[in-house]
């Protein structure tokens, strides 16, 4: 795409956004007190569905586009926030109980079905310029409880923290309190349970390890020859 085309798009985009959903089978539903945000955004069959009062749904115009998503809130003063330029295909972002957020940065790309859950108040952050491949979960609790033999619960949900600039492969598993650093790789396949990673690595494996380090990487595939 030239400059001028995206200038011209940049600054008709709230006229293409409206024309672009219209008739796409975008549904929202959200009681009083909730705020909800996406004029300008492009929307295909997407479904926004809040319940509870509080809440936020955050989505920045500028180029950025949803297709076959849901976003779902049920509780109070939760918040989803996309950023500019993000394109989202075929995820679902799910957030039950109170004081929970699902973050995601500016030009990330999620290419296929992806689902973000959180619960009782976590947050799940990923960062800019991050590519998401597809089947694709990431979830900030277990949903049930795990009990000791005195019937004292030992399963707490905690934080998701996915840097800047990640490439997560397709198959991926993230689970409660994982971190994972700026310019890093998650392998096709891996689980991550609730370690911390460095930057400029590449992670791999059941429960994550550390396959690489001193690693980044680009969306373009650069010729092998052109390195020799």
Excluded at 27 to 42: M, P, Q, R, S
Excluded at 106 to 131: D, F, N, P, Y
Aim: charged share 20%; proline share 1%.
């Amino acid at each position: 795409m030239n400059d001028r085309l995206r200038a011209i798009i940049s600054k008709h985009e709230n006229v293409i956004a409206l024309i672009y959903g219209l008739f796409r089978g975008n549904t929202t539903k959200a009681g009083g007190g909730n705020l909800l945000k996406f004029k300008g955004v492009f929307r295909n069959g997407i479904s926004i569905r809040v319940s509870g009062y509080g809440n936020k749904v955050l989505i920045d115009k500028g180029l950025t586009r949803l297709r076959d998503c849901s976003l779902t809130i049920r509780g109070n003063n939760n918040t989803i926030h996309i950023g500019k330029g993000c394109k989202l295909n075929s995820a679902s972002l799910y957030i039950e109980d109170n004081g929970g957020s699902i973050i995601i940065g500016e030009g990330t790309i999620i290419s296929g079905k992806t689902h973000i859950a959180v619960i009782e108040g976590k947050t799940i952050s990923i960062g800019s310029r991050c590519l998401f491949s597809a089947n694709i979960t990431l979830r900030a609790g277990d949903s049930h409880s795990i009990l000791d033999k005195n019937g004292k619960r030992i399963n707490p949900s905690k934080d998701i923290m996915i840097g800047n600039h990640v490439w997560v492969g397709n198959t991926v598993t993230i689970l409660k309190g994982t971190k994972v650093k700026d310019n890093s790789i998650i392998a096709t396949g891996s689980i991550l349970t609730g370690k911390e990673f460095p930057e400029n690595c590449i992670i791999g494996g059941i429960g994550g390890k550390i396959l690489k380090t001193e690693t980044d990487w680009c969306a373009e595939r650069i010729p092998i020859e052109n390195q020799i």
